[in-house]
């Protein structure tokens, strides 16, 4: 006895799809047990290979999805890679070398304090010439003094451990003359705050001694010796700041309300106009 089977299978693919397959058995001699028993073994083979196709479809999304997140991440790092680039050539053509400033607006708004509404200096090319950076030079006050000692016009700028971002500016050079010194075009500035406190006009600005880094006066801003290790630099209470310099409205107020902490770096360049 001969058996034509046409045997019609439906197989669910990934995404939603259906497949028929259809099977034509021919069989000679077969009892329909036999033929139930073969078409059974048929079915679980292409149920196996469904499930193997779906495994590997269900691998090739995972691979497509980890490639498209690291693409995401390239293209993110690529962004921030040619942000940085091109604040870097921005600071390379104003001539400003700096490991702690990494905004075009924080320079901006020094610079605006530089100038001081002065037309003149708006016309000439500032020139920002890095004397002294901490992590290059040493955090020793020999260290700090023998590259900054008898140069005018120095802008320190300093980053600590809590992420605040101050400084200063002094006209007056260091001479180790080891008294306080009056400087009456000095000021203090905050790149977090974006304040400046202006000293004030006859009062002491800075203690001028080679065994000291930066004591500003009443301790607005003092460093300690080997600062990158330790967290002895400090600042002061709002009635210590305003015995010498204007604008503080609250303790610590440099330092986001703490007394001490450890510096991170801390850059000094001499101001030039050409």
Request: some cysteine.
């Amino acid at each position: 006895m001969k058996y034509e089977v046409l045997l019609i299978i439906k197989v669910d693919l990934p995404g939603g799809k259906v497949q028929e397959v259809n099977l034509t058995l021919y069989k000679k001699e077969m009892n329909k047990d036999l033929l139930i028993d073969e078409l059974i073994v048929k079915v679980n083979k292409l149920e196996e290979e469904n499930k193997t196709l779906k495994k590997d479809m269900n691998d090739i999304k995972e691979r497509l999805n980890l490639f498209e997140s690291k693409q995401k991440l390239f293209e993110k790092y690529f962004a921030e890679e040619i942000q940085i680039k091109k604040i870097y050539e921005e600071f390379k053509e104003i001539g400003m070398d700096s490991k702690i400033i990494d905004k075009k607006e924080d320079l901006q708004f020094i610079y605006n304090r530089l100038v001081n509404n002065d037309k003149n200096l708006r016309q000439k090319k500032i020139k920002y010439n890095l004397l002294y950076r901490a992590t290059r030079d040493g955090d020793s006050s020999t260290s700090f003094h023998k590259r900054v000692d008898n140069k005018k016009s120095l802008l320190s700028i300093i980053k600590n451990n809590r992420g605040m971002k101050f400084g200063f500016y002094m006209e007056q050079p260091f001479k180790n003359t080891r008294k306080w010194e009056k400087d009456n075009k000095s000021f203090i500035y905050s790149l977090n705050l974006k304040k400046i406190y202006n000293v004030k006009e006859g009062a002491d600005s800075f203690y001028d001694d080679i065994g000291y880094i930066i004591d500003l006066n009443n301790n607005q801003i003092s460093i300690s010796n080997y600062f990158l290790s330790n967290n002895n630099s400090r600042t002061c209470t709002k009635s210590d700041a305003e015995k010498s310099f204007y604008g503080f409205e609250k303790d610590y107020e440099l330092n986001n309300g703490e007394r001490q902490f450890t510096v991170q770096e801390m850059e000094t360049f001499q101001i030039s106009f050409n």
